[in-house]
């Protein structure tokens, strides 16, 4: 059970992930490539960070802020100095590896007796179950500190989607998805849209990087290579996601979301313990996503041959 | 008020694609004066009302708004002082977004945005009154997207939002073009009812020498990048669509001229 449970919470980090690309992808309609590079600049803040003594909390706030400035700055190269945006977030990218590099001082910093928010949550635990070593979660017996960090990834990530779900429906907010949605009106409306890009890639990026931070600190590192191909993962669970839920309500995209992105990681376990080899993995992923990109137009033109078909 | 001073613009300036689509407009609009424009196809008519809304910055001249001189504001910044309804019925709203909070948008037009909820039960509660006010069956729809509603319903409201907070200037682009002509009629029918009501400064483009006729207190007629007439009081009232199409018949036979006159150069030259 060790396994899927850690899945579950692996997943639930992840859906951070998720809804930054889901900002960026959907909402703006911006292909966000920061977001490789944010993912893991969260995780080597809050790793160093947590190296040198700073408090988890503050580790983890820290990852967020460096993903915001990483979203801003691909803003604002897109916007003010007019770079396409692909290539915007190829450059922050590309820039952030090596400052990843030079945050570390090395390619990957082990947390082994630091203390995180996953020991943390470990000793809150422990001292709420008065010492027991397992402990049930949905009918499972699971060690305490699976237990404890899914837990806490579960309720941290159930604020972070009510906290965003409120954001988006405030004026700001709202005149976010309007820029995403129509940028002529919501520019003839007084709302200046270079600006809205640049918050919301902010945005977008931050949690990409809290997905970074909380990703170290539960599995006990920050890896210089962490972030590849995570664009295509945050995709794959979005649109997932979206097959779940099947309606464009803002509450419910959230949560379609953050589930997308549990039952993507849910499957990725499932199929390496039956012995599908790693290395595909990203392949796979690739694979999947080009077909739910693919599919709906497929469908659309097979559905009207076949009406023509008919009709002849 | 509106002023604009000698405006200019050329588009692809030095290339094959030249256009010098305004070359020198002037023109002052009184306060609550509602001014019809007409015009061949590519005279300059959206270009002008453009150059006003700040789509763009015009190479000379200078346009002041309400006292102020907008000439270098960035679009966004003048939408405080402009309400816009575009000729597509697509540019107006925001198709995935439901009636409300398009028109909770509206309502924050150039006005600070910040993390005040964007649609409180004293805004939702008044929604309905002035959707309704519209008659286009939309009050009960409020939460539905924009996408579902017909190019007439768009309109409707755009020209709803765009009127939302007392605009100083109101920009109308053949903003009935698109549309069959039940709602074009509809829409023109509002247009005339919330600007005089409002009394609201307004610019409106058209195609249609009826609404050009019947509309508005002042016409002014453009070509190639120009005011060629500019028809106010009793001119305008007395004005029929007959007098228009003179009128336009009249630029054509220019044209004509102008055009033997280049291939009798030609002729000569070449
Ligand atoms: N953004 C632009 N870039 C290049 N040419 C333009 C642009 N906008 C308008 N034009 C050209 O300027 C001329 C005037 O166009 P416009 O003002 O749209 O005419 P209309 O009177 O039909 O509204 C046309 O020749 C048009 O092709
Ligand atoms: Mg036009």
Not at chain 2, 137 to 163: C, F, H, P, V, Y
Not at chain 2, 250 to 264: I, K, P, Q, S, Y
Request: with cysteine; hydrophobic share 50%.
């Amino acid at each position: 059970m060790t396994l899927l449970i850690g899945a579950w919470t692996i997943g639930l980090i992840l859906s951070l992930l998720a809804l930054g690309v889901f900002i960026s992808f959907r909402i703006f309609d911006f292909p966000d490539i920061t977001t490789e590079g944010s993912i893991t600049l969260g995780a080597t803040i809050a790793a160093t960070l947590l190296v040198v003594g700073v408090s988890p909390a503050w580790a983890t706030v820290a990852g967020f802020c460096g993903g915001a400035v990483a979203g801003a700055t691909t803003g604002i190269l897109h916007t003010k100095f007019k770079i396409h945006g692909l290539l915007s977030g190829i450059l922050v990218m590309t820039a952030l590896y090596s400052i990843n590099l030079r945050i570390m001082g090395k390619s990957n910093v082990p947390l082994l007796s630091e203390v995180t928010l996953a020991t943390r949550a470990e000793q809150l635990a422990a001292s709420l179950l008065g010492g027991a070593a397992n402990f049930n979660v949905f009918g499972w017996e699971v060690g305490v500190r699976d237990g404890a960090m899914f837990v806490f990834s579960l309720l941290f990530i159930a604020l972070v989607g009510v906290l965003l779900y409120a954001f988006f429906r405030t004026n700001l907010g709202t005149a976010m998805r309007a820029a995403g949605d129509n940028a002529q009106m919501i520019k003839a409306l007084g709302a200046n849209v270079d600006h809205m890009i640049i918050g919301g890639l902010a945005l977008a990026n931050g949690l990409v990087a809290l997905a970074g931070a909380l990703l170290a600190q539960y599995q006990g590192f920050a890896d210089v290579q962490m972030g590849i191909g995570m664009v295509v993962w945050g995709l794959a669970s979005v649109i997932i996601g979206e097959a779940l839920i099947g309606s464009p309500s803002l509450g419910l995209t959230i949560v379609g979301a953050v589930m997308g992105s549990i039952l993507f990681r849910l499957l990725v376990a499932i199929a390496l313990r039956a012995g599908l080899d790693p290395n595909d993995l990203k392949l796979i992923t690739a694979t999947f996503v080009f077909l739910a990109l693919i599919l709906p137009n497929l469908l659309a033109s097979l559905k009207s041959n076949n009406a023509r078909v008919t009709n002849a | 008020m509106l002023e604009i001073r000698g405006i200019a613009k050329t588009f692809n300036p030095g290339t094959l694609n030249e256009v010098r689509a305004l070359q020198g407009v002037d023109l002052t609009i009184q306060e609550g004066s509602f001014v019809v424009v007409i015009g061949t196809n590519g005279s300059g008519k959206s270009t002008l009302l453009n150059a006003v809304a700040g789509t763009f910055l015009v190479d000379t001249g200078a346009i002041r708004l309400a006292g102020t001189d907008v000439t270098r504001w960035p679009e966004h910044r003048r939408a405080t002082l402009i309400g816009r309804v575009f000729q597509n019925p697509f540019s107006g709203t925001a198709p995935h977004m439901s009636i409300a909070e398009n028109l909770s948008l509206a309502a924050r037009r150039g006005r600070r945005r910040g993390l005040g909820w964007s649609l409180p039960r004293i805004f939702t509660d008044q929604l309905g009154e002035h959707v309704r006010r519209l008659s286009m069956g939309l009050e009960g729809r409020l939460d539905n997207a924009i996408g579902s509603l017909s190019g007439g319903q768009r309109q409707a409201l755009t020209l709803l939002m765009a009127t939302w907070l007392k605009p100083q200037l109101l920009l109308l682009d053949e903003h009935t073009a698109a549309l069959d002509p039940k709602s074009a009629d509809q829409v023109i029918r509002l247009s005339e009812e919330i600007v005089s009501r409002d009394r609201l400064t307004t610019l409106m483009v058209t195609h249609s020498m009826q609404q050009a006729t019947s509309l508005g207190d002042r016409l002014i007629m453009m070509h190639r990048g120009r005011v060629l007439h500019d028809l106010q009081g009793s001119e305008k009232r007395r004005l029929r669509v007959d007098d228009l199409l003179a009128r336009f018949e009249e630029v054509r036979r220019g044209e004509l001229l102008d055009e033997t006159a280049a291939d009798m150069l030609k002729q000569t030259y070449v």
